[in-house]
């Protein structure tokens, strides 16, 4: 990896957990190991920075979802799986590619932070949650139809709770603890609803 | 109502919204009137006016939590409350904390970006999260007693459903959801939840 893949990918980790306007040249640098004068060679200023990041993991973000998408599944319940597993697998290949496991709950929280400064991002992620809820609507609809589910239920807002879940790893406390605890814990509430929402 | 603690609450409230960094005392001086003399007969930096904000804003958090706690006797209760609370905008004036759960939420962001001058920030959170869990919790199994809920549902399970429920304002945010539809959303979730664990 060249130098300046690897100033934007740790100063993207820095930003998503630190937070944008939090975070300053002197803790970019102690993360990076760069100089004033390296930062300037590469970057305008911290904007750029942050941009050069975001285009980055929004980039794998936009695939991601894109093949999210085309899984299919017989059942509401292998669909919830199918997904869980693949959430999960995005985390872990996140990991190889920053060195730190992004969750989409931190990207969120990023962008909607600098769209005020850059709205395209914010765009893009409200664009994607609409289609993804839009998404959960329908394959919950289907199973109502198809009598897995109670069909007394509005979907739509079963498929807001079901989004409540992924925001899991928004905790208070700066990085997310590990992967394998959050994923469990979303599995388990997965599962209660599921309990409870069979027909 | 003292000055001193308009100004503070006013701060609070602009440094939720805006984020700490991005608020200017000059900010502070237009939005309250006051004249940079007055600022700094009471406060000797930002960062001086933010600790007493974030004092006021933990402070606020502990009372209505303890009244709140002290008044639920059942789950419904709890999911009506946190309803009622949702009811009021979170905005900008004095009074906009009496609205916990937004704020809590839309805080998020702050308190990020405050944690490395305030670590023990953090801690409180953590405490304030899991005093409300454990109440959930309470709540739950003494509704479960009653036979007001389903006794297999795993308690702490639930307890994060809920609670995760109430955090989903960040994603209703983030689709660009206003405020009043966010809350009727979550509104609607938190019915619909109860409605699936209520005994009928």
């Known amino acids: 990896m060249n130098k300046e893949e690897n100033i934007i990918r740790k100063s993207f980790i820095v930003f998503l ?43 794998c973000y936009k695939s991601v979802v894109e093949k999210e998408r085309q899984i299919t599944a017989n059942s509401l319940r292998e669909y919830i799986n199918l997904i869980l597993n693949f959430k999960e697998e995005c985390i872990i290949h996140s990991n190889d590619m920053f060195g730190k496991c992004v969750f989409d709950s931190y990207y969120l929280k990023l962008v909607c932070e600098v769209g005020y400064i850059l709205p395209a991002y914010r765009k893009f992620a409200a664009d994607t949650l609409t289609i ?33 879940i992924f925001i899991n790893t928004l905790d208070l406390s700066g990085e997310p603890i590990s992967q394998e605890a ?7 509430q997965f599962e209660q609803y599921y309990e409870l929402i069979k027909a | 109502m003292d000055l001193r603690n308009d100004i503070t609450e006013v701060a609070l409230c602009l440094f939720i919204e ?58 419904l209760d709890y999911l009506n409350w946190t309803t009622t609370q949702l009811d009021v905008k979170p905005v900008k004036s004095g009074n906009s904390l009496k609205y916990e759960i937004l704020t809590e939420t839309m805080a998020i962001n702050l308190m990020t970006e405050v944690v490395h001058l305030f670590p023990d920030v953090t801690k ?22 009653r036979g007001e809920i389903s006794s297999d549902i795993e308690t702490s399970v639930l307890a994060r459903n809920i609670m995760n429920i109430e955090i ?12 009043e539809n966010a809350v009727n959303i979550i509104k609607e979730e938190l019915k619909q939840l109860y409605e699936l664990i209520r005994i009928k």
């Open chain 2, 168 to 179: 989903n304002v960040i994603v209703l945010h983030a689709m660009n959801i206003n405020i």
């Open chain 1, 132 to 164: 993804r809820h839009n998404d959960w609507k329908e394959k919950i609809e289907a199973a109502q139809k198809n009598g897995e589910v109670k069909s007394d239920l509005d979907a739509s807002t079963l498929a807001y709770s079901f989004f409540s």
């Open chain 1, 17 to 59: 957990y630190r937070g944008y306007n939090a975070t300053s040249f002197v803790e970019l640098s102690a993360e990076t190991g760069m100089s004033k004068g390296t930062f300037y060679y590469y970057f305008r200023d911290k904007k750029d920075l942050l941009k050069a990041g975001l285009d980055k993991y929004t980039d």
């Open chain 2, 124 to 145: 409180r959170l953590l405490k304030i999260r899991s005093e409300r869990i454990f109440h959930i919790e309470k709540l739950i199994i003494e509704s479960k007693k």
């Open chain 2, 18 to 75: 805006k984020g700490y960094e991005l608020v200017k005392i000059s900010e502070i001086l237009e939005v309250t009137n006051i004249s940079k003399g007055t600022f700094y007969y009471h406060y000797s930096n930002k960062e001086d006016i933010l600790k007493e904000a974030l004092s006021i804003y933990f402070s606020r958090l502990k009372q209505i939590r303890i009244d709140a706690f002290s008044k639920q006797k059942t789950l």
């Open chain 1, 182 to 188: 959050i994923f469990l814990k979303m599995r388990m």
